[in-house]
């Protein structure tokens, strides 16, 4: 029997299955760090740190990696998931967000809120607004430019260089909690007095791991607050912000490609150690700070690189 299960895991539990499946790895799917095929699963793991275990040995595989990562994962049975949404949600006028890139060895974390209401959906959906996984990154950066005219959004951007400077500080949920709520705070801000009907986060923690991250921000925005893996396929406002968010990174890649004069990758993979190597050979450490999350074990396989 064909199961499917979900973890949402830590930067500790990615590298840790990193290493043990990179001998079975397969073409890297978009937006994902690596993709393996051991007998009976096929494993995913994604930027968005999910990581999908799908074939009739699923939930055996699995639960491996669940124990190893009890406190911080979170697991989910596709084929009999469900959310917390109203049955008609998908026409509220919501504000959605989504992030990027914190996954990513390379480059920064991207958080966006966009707010959709009923007048932008009939537009959006002729633009090509959905899942971002479905699209190119040809498509993304394309549509990106035409919804950003069209729907109120607010884009915050975490340079590698910021992140390494709070990471002691702000574990990676943290960050995500307290980019997200800044995004949205924001956007209420600009699109006041509007008041959208929900807030969907495109889950990444236990609401109650959000709420008590929440707790300790300034401008907190505590409700109508909804969450669900998977939020852009709910409704338009997460689709569009992870479009938009999705776009932004690709930017900061290639930007980044251009000043170190080699290409920078997206993901977590053998790609990256390469890159990464070639960024401390040029300017060492103070430079790979700028572009790395220098806290991943990306880092010392690089300096394995250039010692062997």
């Known amino acids: 029997m064909q199961q499917t299960i979900t973890l949402l ?29 051991i007998p009976g699963v ?9 990581v999908v275990f799908q074939g009739v040995n699923a939930e055996k595989e699995a639960a491996m990696w669940e124990k190893r990562g009890a406190n911080t994962t979170q697991k989910k049975q596709s084929s009999s998931s469900s959310n917390s949404l109203p049955k008609d949600f998908a026409s509220w ?7 990027v890139g914190n996954g990513s060895y390379l480059g920064p974390v991207v958080v966006c809120a966009a707010y959709v209401d009923d ?12 899942d971002s996984k479905m699209l190119t990154d040809h498509d993304i950066k394309r549509i990106a430019k035409e919804i950003i005219h069209v729907i109120p959004y607010r884009k915050l951007v975490l340079t590698p260089k910021k992140y390494n400077e709070i990471q002691p500080e702000y574990n990676v949920n943290r960050m995500k909690v307290a980019l997200h709520n800044q995004a949205i705070y924001l956007l209420m801000q600009d699109i006041s007095p509007i008041t959208p009907k929900g807030i969907l986060i495109d889950q990444f923690t236990p609401e109650s791991n959000y709420r008590k991250y929440l707790s300790k ?3 907190q925005v505590t409700k109508p607050l909804y969450f669900t893996t ?25 930007k980044a490609s251009q000043e170190l004069g080699f290409t920078i990758p997206s993901g977590a993979g053998q790609k990256s150690d390469t890159a990464a190597a070639n960024i401390i050979k040029k300017g060492g450490m103070p430079l790979l700070e700028q572009y790395a999350k220098v806290h991943f074990a990306n880092t010392q396989k690089a300096y394995h690189l250039i010692n062997r």
């Open 217 to 219: 921000e300034q401008n």
């Open 9 to 37: 895991a830590s930067d500790k539990l990615i590298s840790e299955l990193t290493t043990a499946y990179e001998s079975y790895f397969q073409k890297t799917p978009p937006y994902a760090l690596f993709q393996a095929k």
């Open 230 to 254: 998977k939020g852009e396929q709910y409704h338009l406002s997460v689709a569009t912000a992870s479009i938009i968010c999705r776009a932004e990174f690709l930017t900061s890649l290639e």
């Open 119 to 130: 007048t932008h959906m009939p537009l959006l959906k002729e633009l090509g607004v959905k």
């Open 93 to 99: 006028n919501v504000v959605g967000s989504d992030e």
């Open 42 to 50: 096929v494993i995913t793991a994604y930027q968005s740190k999910k």
